[in-house]
DNA sequence: AACTAATCCAACCGCCACCCG
DNA sequence: CCGGGTGGCGGTTGGATTAGT
């Protein structure tokens, strides 16, 4: 399930994302937030565009996401809004904590669309109808963007990073160049990434992979311009306990 | 065991909306 | 209003894995 490295005419790395890339991005983005996707990987020492450190980072390396193993009411969910909201993948993921919009896509096309065609065509017509009035639709609604949902959140914490002392904005170009020498000195030393980081707890199984553990101090500082929803919207007991939870067997 | 087809999903691409000067 | 920069979204693809012959 990887894409072949490559390289871009700008020098941008392409494909299958390496252990050590998710590493740096990790230890960057707890360390200042996605301040500016498009400079992040220039300070955090990736040759990726922005995008791709954006993606990686929403499907896979931030807190609290899941991982395959859906259930049947998650199932029911997914096929419930899409027939009334169409294609609408990043609404659906609203609904369903900890699932991203392009998972809720892939589980979708491969197995969720078999059951609705089959609901569709055993039920009435208006219904199947309705299914495919409200597929293609691509809208953003004002209650669309007042929903919380994962990307809201991460959006939240732009917001208050921004006018925070943790803001990067803030920071001068010598402390991002302190992180990067910083991450260099903790990687050579091996004490800063000898803690598993279980998010995705796919990693534990891996004996390749060792992400680093996340210091709360740091993505969640105690400074009182950090309103209390986005706290509370990581669940930090529940990603603690994540730690506890043995692998679910992927297919 | 070897080969082929089907399945799955991580990642890319292009477009659009929003924001700001 | 306009244009550039950026983030976000949905469609699509590459290729590894699994199932079937």
Same mark, same amino acid.
């Given at each position: ?5 490559? /390289? ?31 400079? #992040? ?31 049947k009411e ?22 369903? +904590? ?13 197995? #969720?669309?078999?059951?609705?065609? /089959?609901?569709?065509?055993?039920? !009435?017509d208006?219904e ?5 009035q ?14 919380i949902s ?5 959006? !939240?914490?732009?917001?208050? #990073? ?5 803001? +990067?904005?803030?920071?001068? !170009? ?38 680093? !553990?996340?210091d709360?101090?740091?993505?969640? +500082? +105690? ?10 919207s ?18």
């Amino acid at each position: 399930m990887v894409r072949t490295p490559s /390289y871009d005419q700008n020098g941008k790395k392409k494909g299958t994302w390496t252990p050590e890339e998710d590493r740096k991005l990790v230890a960057y983005v707890t360390k200042y937030g996605c301040w500016n996707w498009r400079q #992040l990987p220039k300070y955090a020492g990736l040759a990726r565009c922005g995008k791709s450190c954006r993606l990686r980072w929403m499907n896979y390396l931030r807190p609290n996401i899941k991982r395959g193993n859906y259930t049947k009411e998650e199932d029911d969910i997914i096929l419930k809004l899409h027939a009334q909201l169409g294609n609408r993948w990043s609404t659906i993921a609203a609904q369903l +904590p900890g699932r991203s919009d392009n998972e809720i896509k892939n589980h979708w096309h491969t197995s #969720l669309k078999k059951r609705a065609n /089959y609901y569709a065509s055993n039920s !009435s017509d208006g219904e199947s109808k309705s299914i495919n009035q409200a597929s293609g639709t691509r809208r953003k609604s004002v209650e669309n963007q007042n929903a919380i949902s994962p990307n809201n959140c991460m959006r !939240s914490y732009e917001i208050v #990073l921004e006018s925070s002392q943790w803001s +990067p904005k803030q920071s001068s !170009s010598e402390e991002h160049q302190a992180f990067q020498e910083e991450a260099i000195l903790m990687e050579n030393s091996g004490s800063f990434w000898t803690e598993p980081f279980l998010v995705d707890t796919s990693f534990s199984s891996r004996t390749d992979y060792v992400v680093p !553990s996340i210091d709360w101090e740091l993505v969640c +500082p +105690p400074s009182p311009f950090i309103g209390h929803e986005f706290l509370s919207s990581f669940d930090l007991e529940d990603y603690n306990c994540q730690k506890l939870e043995t692998e679910h067997p992927k297919k």
